[in-house]
């Protein structure tokens, strides 16, 4: 008999191991990135993106993040929707992303000290243009209706009286 030890309980602890140290690492980078947007709020910055992508990490883990962020995107783009359905809405959109970009631009140009802040701006007025794109409007009226998991699980109204409801529950027929 060989006086080495088993390996097979060690390679089920690493495993274990390895799946909490994932975790913990995306609930950090998750986390950080959510901040982040959370700031950026009230600091120069495409904030609202930002806070989706950290919700988007924390997502991949975590499925109270997966239904918070479901319900931001169905929000966010039925907000969306109502700009895009609406002619000055979308004239509003054109003529503040075009000075979004312009601004960010010369933000980076003659403050070179703030290029990430100017950079964030134009970002931020290009992804406003972009949504009067026929296609994106089109994409973001079905996020309005179905979310990023493609069910109609998020109240239309813009009351908070649903928050704490398990989207995932079915209705029994």
């Given at each position: 008999m060989s006086d080495a030890p088993s390996t097979s309980g060690t390679n089920g602890s690493?495993?274990?191991?390895a799946k909490i140290a994932k975790r913990i690492g995306i609930l950090i980078?998750?986390?950080?990135?959510?901040?982040?947007?959370?700031?950026?709020?009230?600091?120069?910055?495409p904030g609202i993106l930002v806070i989706i992508v950290g919700l988007a990490i924390l997502a991949t883990e975590f499925q109270w993040a997966e239904r918070l962020l479901d319900r931001l995107v169905e929000?966010?783009?039925?907000?969306?929707?109502?700009?895009?359905?609406?002619?000055?809405?979308?004239?509003?959109?054109?003529?503040?992303?075009?000075g979004m970009i312009i601004v960010g631009i010369a933000v980076a140009i003659f403050f070179p000290d703030w290029i990430v802040a100017g950079v964030s701006i134009s970002i931020g007025g290009t992804i406003g243009l972009v949504t009067l794109h026929p296609k994106v409007g089109l994409w973001v009226e079905e996020r309005a209706r179905l979310g990023i998991n493609?069910?109609?699980?998020?109240?239309?109204?813009?009351?908070?009286?649903h928050v704490g409801d398990d989207p995932k529950q079915s209705d029994s027929a």
């Open positions: 690493l495993r274990t191991i980078l998750g986390t950080a990135v959510l901040l982040a947007g959370i700031a950026m709020l009230a600091l120069p910055g929000r966010a783009a039925d907000v969306a929707t109502g700009v895009l359905d609406d002619k000055r809405g979308r004239i509003g959109l054109a003529i503040s992303g075009a493609k069910t109609d699980d998020v109240p239309t109204h813009h009351s908070l009286d």
